[in-house]
Every structure is written in structure tokens, then in C-alpha cells.
């Protein structure tokens, strides 16, 4: 790994206050999170401890009511936090944007009387939540879940398996959605289970490519109780909810997308500087620089979408269809340039005393969560030439 230190980003932030988070999420990232990156992954540990930090630091909850434990930022501005996490290390800039997918339900749908009950632990008290859509058998075609809830009295009885969770087996909460009603989208109905719930259980954690230090498991649930009051929205509208969740957790994933991509160009510029051959640094040579060119283009321009559609949605403007752009340039951009850095870096690129492999590996799974690719292009495609078989 170079010594040489990355210049900063250069970002247009609305107010003072965003300036001055983007310093401290910075500093939080090179002095607690980066140094230990590598060796945790590596060795497929969890790094609970710096979750905890970022919640004292008020970092768990940025684009939620500051009335609840909050952080009252624009999307503008937590996304630009979640790339600078993402920087440092994927599994926490992820981590970060699934809790906060996975707060999303109660803290727009939920009652007054659930939010003032539930979000002021889930934003700034140390939890961590996790989102529980996908099954085994309904992964993209997710409206066709068969995790069951029945009403029993005043409580819900959920049986089913969810499949592909972040934070699956060690969260303090998970956003359940499960089948109500009739087959379909309109039968779904979303609820609060907390994470010690008996009849709640996390298999074995999935051996995966990349990102080891991020646990993905299935998350079992064998007659789990719940009360009605743990049912977030209406019964029925958990699909919706699901949906409107994922459109900004989308973009969480492009800031994370870009976040890592900027830290692999970071790499490649660094060792591309110092690396002699033939009497000069490779950089100089034309045919690395214009990788360098064009992989710094995909990082700006990944940027510059991802926050183009933030700013809809902080101006209350529709904003799905940027979202899927946006999710889908970024993700497709970091697995480019990371690809180019290890390239870049040649044969030490190859190897684990170079950063490049890891963020190589580790950008693949951003192509395929909260929807993938094709299903982004799928959605795009709907929004600019309308619906399918018309």
C-alpha cells in the first residue's frame, strides 16, 4: 500500500454544519475504520465497535427527524457521508445504509406513537437494524414472498425464511415483511421484530467473495410473536413500503458504489506516481494515464448522478427512475475501475498487500444488492418507454 495520502474530495456541500460532518466522518474513517480494514476482512470480523462510535457521533440516523435522535440532514448530505464510510472500508459505508434502509419503514410510515417509542434507540442508541425482503426462492421477484404472518388476537405469527441479509444473526432489529393477505403485492404487511424475539434465529453467515466482514445470512423465523403494535403501515401495505425504501436505499448503495471506486483510483494514482520503469514514474506513460482519465470521468460522473437524484428527493420530487440510474452507473463504474486499479497495479495488484484485490472482489456484490442490475435497467426502461406489453 502507498504511504501517499489522497487528496480529499472536493464537494459542494449546502451549509456549514455538512462541511464540518464531512470532516469529522473523514478523520473517523482514516484514524478508526481504514488501518484495520484489511486485516478484519481477512479475517471475517465484524467491527461492532466502530457501529457503536458512529451512533455516539450522531452518524446512525443522519437523514431522519433530529426529534427522534436524528440527524435532520438532506440526502445530499448523507450520501456524501456513506462514500467517505465506504472509502474506508465497503462493510461500514454498506452497514451504515442498511441500517438505515432497515429505519426507513417506521420512520416514514410508522405512527406517532411507534416513533416516539422505537426510533430514538434504532437512530442514536446503539441498535442496528437489518431489512428482511428477500427469500430464498424470491430474490428479485420479491412480491412473491412466502414468509407467513397470521393473527392470533392482538399479535402476529410469523413463520418463513428471509434469505441474503445484512446484518442477519447479530441485529438488534430487523424490518419484516411478510404475507397477510392474498398472493401477490397486495397481501404484503411490514412489521418491527426485535432482534431477541424468541423463535428468531441467524444461520451460519454465507462464505462469500468479498465484503467477509460483513455477516449475510438467512434469518429464520419459527412462530415468532409480534403485537399489532410492532405493524409498521397498514396490513397490505408493506410491498408499497418495501418499494419506497428501496428507491433511496438505491441510492445508498451508488454513494457506497462510488465511495469505493474513489478509493481504488485513490490506490492506482498513488502507486501509478511512485512506480518506476524504464527510467520514469508509470504514470507518465500514455497509455496508464488515460485509464487514470477516464477511470477519475466514471468516479465524477457516478457522483454527480447520485446526487442529482438526492437533490430530487430532498425537493420532494420523484426521483425512482434517477435512483435506478443512479444505482446502477455507480455500481457498474466501481467494478470498472476497480478492475482498472488492479490493472493498473499489475502483479502486486493480485495480491492482499495491496488493497486493489479486495476492492475488486468487493465491488461485484454492489452490482447485484437491492435489486440488480438488470432489474435497474428493467425499471429504467419502464419510466422512459412504459410499462412492458402494452
Not at 434469505?163 to 404487511?189: L, N, S
Not at 451460519?204 to 423465523?221: C, F, N, R
Not at 500514455?286 to 485509464?291: D, E, I
Amino acid at each position: 500500500m502507498s504511504d501517499r495520502d489522497p487528496q480529499p474530495v472536493e464537494r459542494q456541500l449546502p451549509t456549514e454544519e455538512a462541511r464540518d460532518l464531512l470532516a469529522l466522518v473523514r478523520e473517523i474513517g482514516r484514524r478508526e475504520i481504514a488501518p484495520k480494514a484489511a486485516e478484519e476482512e481477512d479475517a471475517g470480523r465484524f467491527p461492532r465497535e466502530v457501529f457503536t462510535l458512529l451512533s455516539e457521533s450522531g452518524l446512525l440516523g443522519l437523514p431522519y427527524d433530529s426529534e427522534y435522535g436524528g440527524g435532520d440532514q438532506p440526502y445530499e448530505v448523507y450520501l456524501q457521508v456513506l462514500e467517505e464510510l465506504a472509502m474506508a472500508r465497503l462493510t461500514v459505508g454498506l452497514g451504515v445504509s442498511v441500517h438505515t434502509l432497515a429505519s426507513y419503514a417506521l420512520a416514514t410510515y410508522g405512527t406517532k406513537q411507534q416513533q416516539v417509542e422505537h426510533l430514538p434507540a434504532m437512530l442514536g442508541g446503539g441498535l442496528l437494524g437489518a431489512y428482511c425482503l428477500s427469500e430464498p426462492s424470491s430474490g428479485s421477484d420479491a412480491a412473491s414472498l412466502r414468509t407467513k404472518a397470521v393473527r392470533d388476537g392482538d399479535q402476529w405469527v410469523i413463520n418463513g425464511t428471509k434469505a441474503w441479509i445484512t446484518h442477519g444473526g447479530i441485529a438488534d432489529f430487523y424490518t419484516v415483511m411478510a404475507r397477510t393477505g392474498e398472493d401477490g403485492p397486495r397481501g404484503i404487511t411490514a412489521f418491527l421484530v426485535p432482534g431477541d424475539t424468541p423463535g428468531l434465529s441467524g444461520a451460519v453467515p454465507e462464505k462469500k467473495m468479498g465484503m467477509k466482514g460483513s455477516p449475510t445470512a438467512q434469518v429464520h423465523l419459527d412462530g415468532v410473536r409480534v403485537g399489532d403494535d410492532r405493524r409498521i403501515g397498514e396490513e397490505g401495505q408493506g410491498f408499497f413500503i418495501a418499494l419506497s425504501a428501496l428507491d433511496s436505499g438505491r441510492l445508498g448503495i451508488a454513494a457506497c458504489a462510488i465511495g469505493l471506486a474513489q478509493a481504488a483510483l485513490d490506490e492506482a494514482v498513488a502507486y501509478a506516481t511512485e512506480r518506476r520503469q524504464f527510467g520514469h514514474p508509470i504514470a507518465d506513460f500514455q497509455g496508464l494515464r488515460f485509464m487514470i482519465a477516464d477511470m477519475a470521468t466514471q468516479v465524477e460522473a457516478g457522483r454527480a448522478l447520485y446526487l442529482a437524484a438526492a437533490r430530487l428527493r430532498d425537493a420532494g420530487k420523484p426521483f425512482a427512475k434517477q435512483a435506478a440510474m443512479a444505482k446502477l452507473h455507480c455500481t457498474d463504474a466501481a467494478m470498472k475501475v476497480t478492475t482498472d486499479a488492479v490493472q493498473i497495479l499489475g502483479g502486486y495488484g493480485y495480491t492482499a498487500d495491496f488493497p486493489a484485490e479486495r476492492y475488486m472482489r468487493e465491488a461485484k456484490v454492489l452490482q447485484i444488492v437491492e435489486g440488480t442490475n438488470q432489474i435497474q435497467r428493467m425499471v429504467i426502461a419502464r419510466h422512459v418507454a412504459g410499462p412492458e406489453g402494452r
